[in-house]
């Protein structure tokens, strides 16, 4: 596989709450800039990129919609079937904003900074999503196995599975149970590396342990209320789909 031999510092690994950091830049090419570190967290195991703006040295903002990670090298590590460490990330710029790349120039410095409320709300989903799995695996271990895909949004997750029997009503209710009795409890939620690779990290609630390089929050208690569906995907897949509308509706427990 092609790969590069320059790296981008993931800063969003090394401080969780830097919303914030002085960047210098790499490379730009069509509508993407690539900088020398970043605390954008981009797209990856499907929870969406961060958006923010990187400020040029004249003080001028271009707003980021998208951030990629690109030419990371495989792991192949057992618990981490995908995971690629290292690799470039690129920032997209929104289309309105495209002309001022013109003036980024290679080795110039720039500040970038992400929307924090933004990347709150994709912590707690993305939180919630694993109180939901969690469910899932107490439930229907035999759905885990069948795992094809999954969405963390800012206002809800969803998980699709392969399954030979559909996820029945009272399975879905008892899912939703156990996810809510893990933010009842407003237990502790702790995130680490693995103790060779930065890249390769793990999520922990209650001693139950996911292997997940995501962003998350530091307790269930804010996540509130959750509320799971399911819906057929059509023959042999199901998905289920999270939300916590009563925290989304009022953040109070995001602190800018
Ligand atoms: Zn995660």
Redesign the pocket.
């Known amino acids: 596989m092609f790969s590069l031999s320059r790296k981008t510092r993931k800063l969003y690994y090394e401080d969780v709450y830097l919303s914030e950091c002085v960047a210098t830049i790499v490379k730009v090419q069509g509508n993407a800039i690539e900088l020398d570190r970043t605390v954008a967290y981009p797209e990856g195991?499907g929870?969406e990129a961060d958006q923010g703006v990187i400020v040029l040295d004249d003080g001028r903002e271009m707003r980021f919609v998208d951030a990629r990670k690109m030419y990371g090298n495989a792991l192949n590590m057992p618990n981490f079937p995908d995971i690629q460490v290292d690799g470039i990330i690129e920032h997209v710029i929104h289309e309105s904003d495209v002309m001022l790349l013109r003036d980024a120039k290679p080795g110039s410095e720039v500040i970038v900074r992400i929307d924090r409320l933004r990347r709150a709300q994709l912590s707690l989903s993305?939180?919630a999503?694993?109180l939901m799995y969690l469910g899932v695996c107490d439930v229907r271990p035999d759905a885990i196995t069948g795992t094809i895909g999954c969405h963390i949004k800012p206002s809800g997750a969803r998980f699709d599975f392969v399954v030979e029997t559909r996820f029945a009503p009272d399975e879905v209710r008892e899912v939703a149970r156990i996810a809510n009795a893990y933010v009842a409890r407003g237990s502790e939620v702790k995130v680490y590396p693995h103790p060779d690779y930065l890249d390769a990290r793990y999520?922990e609630c209650e001693q139950r342990v996911?292997p997940?390089g995501?962003t998350?929050i530091s307790s269930t208690t804010p996540i509130g209320p959750i509320q799971i569906q399911r819906k057929s995907l059509g023959r042999g897949k199901d998905r289920l789909s999270c939300e916590f509308r009563e925290s989304m509706a009022d953040p109070a427990w995001f602190h800018p």
């Open positions: 195991g929870q993305h939180t999503s694993h999520w996911i997940c995501g998350h």
